[in-house]
């Protein structure tokens, strides 16, 4: 069982480019979330989408997009990329309510020179 | 506002010994869940253990116990029988009820040594 899946898990980006980071689950879970965890800080939530054709921005959604495929695919944009948004992202997922633990992927490592 | 704090930025522990990782938070929600979090140095994020405010026995998962005190708005976590493999970063996180969103809100974490 695969759980969330990121790709990819390392990149380096010029200021100005652009990419697309990929999260899938196969848990079956409605809510999917992107987070960004900077430095010796806990993670910020990005956008979130609470269930298949919703999206919602989070604390920190300046400078993204996003896009729910589908009720397994979640991918965050950046447009254009700038050295702000050099960070570890996070997707995760869950079941709806506020009683469900939320699962990680394992990250994708973004470095914008 | 709704905030966790996390006051120990690092801690060291001995093999085998317990250890308590602090955790406070604030909110004016009844209704809420509360969530702990390892990162290894490798980094993914492992969950660990889940209390909800309405629970009234605290939660337990192997050597993992939540020390929920809920008029002091604490949830510390306890490690028992540390081992070297449990040295990490540790993180709590809230879940407020009222944010249909669900979104997690993290302390900063704590940096957990576990010396052999």
């Known amino acids: 069982n695969a759980g969330v899946t990121q790709t990819p898990k390392f990149q380096v980006l010029k200021t100005g480019q652009s990419m697309t980071l990929q999260c899938a689950q196969d848990?079956?879970?409605?809510?999917m979330y992107w987070y960004r965890q900077d430095p010796g800080m806990g993670l910020r939530l990005i956008y979130y989408?609470?269930?298949?054709?919703?999206?919602d921005k989070g604390e920190v959604p300046n400078g993204y997009n996003v896009s729910r495929l589908n009720k397994r695919e979640f991918s965050l944009r950046l447009e254009s990329a700038a050295p702000s948004q050099t960070s570890v992202y996070f997707c995760?997922?869950?079941?709806?309510?506020?009683?469900?633990?939320?699962?990680f992927g394992p990250g994708t490592r973004l470095l914008v020179l | 506002a709704q905030k966790i704090t996390q006051t120990q930025p690092g801690m060291f522990v001995q093999e085998k010994e317990a250890v308590t990782l602090d955790c406070t938070y604030d909110?004016?929600?009844?209704?809420?869940?509360l969530f702990w979090y390892k990162q290894p140095s490798s980094g993914e994020m492992i969950f660990l253990i889940y209390?909800?405010?309405?629970?009234?026995q605290n939660a337990t998962e192997g050597r993992y116990s939540l020390n929920f005190q809920k008029a002091r708005k604490s949830a510390n976590l306890v490690i028992s029988a540390s081992q070297l493999g449990d040295s990490a970063m540790y993180f709590c996180?809230?879940?407020?009820?009222?944010?249909?969103?669900?979104?997690?809100?993290f302390g900063q974490g704590t940096e957990l040594s576990v010396k052999p």
């Open positions: 995760a997922s869950s079941e709806s309510g506020w009683r469900e633990t939320q699962y």
């Open positions: 848990m079956n879970h409605n809510s």
């Open positions: 989408s609470a269930s298949e054709g919703t999206t």
């Open positions: 909110t004016s929600d009844q209704s809420y869940g």
């Open positions: 209390q909800g405010s309405y629970d009234e």
């Open positions: 996180a809230m879940r407020p009820f009222y944010n249909q969103g669900g979104k997690l809100i």
